[in-house]
């Protein structure tokens, strides 16, 4: 997802595998699917008035959309190239307060954009946050839907 030239890089992961090996890579799927990211994103993104960014510019939703790395894969020169979508959750017994001490400092991007609000910003930022976010923290627990696509192809024989 954050590879500056992606067919670069997997064409490398391919070179190095053994013939008939598998490179497999995980990414997350669509925006509205991973709400543990887009939460706090979304919000941050409408305060900072930030503009929509190059889909193909490194980021964390780079390949959601269907067969988008398949491609790549593939013209890399892999064959049997495959994509499955895989649905679970990101569970943990955190507060809110936890989860957003968590994605505010673990996120070198969220910590650029939140730089650009104004201090007296914050709370109303956090406020926003916790009104769309409380419907995933009950009794004790985080609890958000979260979705990746796993795509998979082996190495040709030279």
Not at 117 to 131: C, E, G
């Given at each position: 997802m954050f590879f500056v030239d992606p067919l670069t890089a997997v064409r490398e992961?391919?070179?190095?595998?053994?013939?008939?090996?598998?490179?497999?890579?995980?990414?997350?799927?669509p925006k509205d699917a991973n709400p543990f990211f887009s939460t706090i994103t979304d919000v941050i993104d409408r305060f900072a008035g930030v503009p929509r960014q190059d889909p193909d510019a490194p980021d964390v939703f780079r390949f959601a959309a269907p067969c988008k790395l398949g491609g790549i894969v593939n013209n890399a020169g892999a064959r049997n190239v495959t994509?499955?979508?895989?649905?679970?959750?990101?569970?943990?017994?955190?507060?809110?307060?936890?989860?957003?001490?968590?994605?505010?400092?673990m996120s070198e991007t969220l910590r650029e954009k939140m730089a650009k609000?104004?201090?007296?910003?914050?709370?109303?930022?956090?406020?926003?946050?916790?009104?769309l976010a409380r419907r995933y923290f009950v009794r004790g627990t985080m609890r958000f839907p979260a979705e990746a696509l796993i795509v998979c192809g082996r190495k040709s024989a030279i």
């Open positions: 992961a391919l070179r190095v595998i053994v013939e008939d090996g598998y490179v497999s890579f995980v990414v997350w799927g994509e499955r979508t895989l649905n679970f959750q990101i569970e943990a017994a955190i507060s809110f307060e936890r989860y957003w001490q968590m994605r505010t400092e609000l104004a201090p007296a910003q914050l709370p109303s930022v956090k406020q926003a946050v916790a009104d």
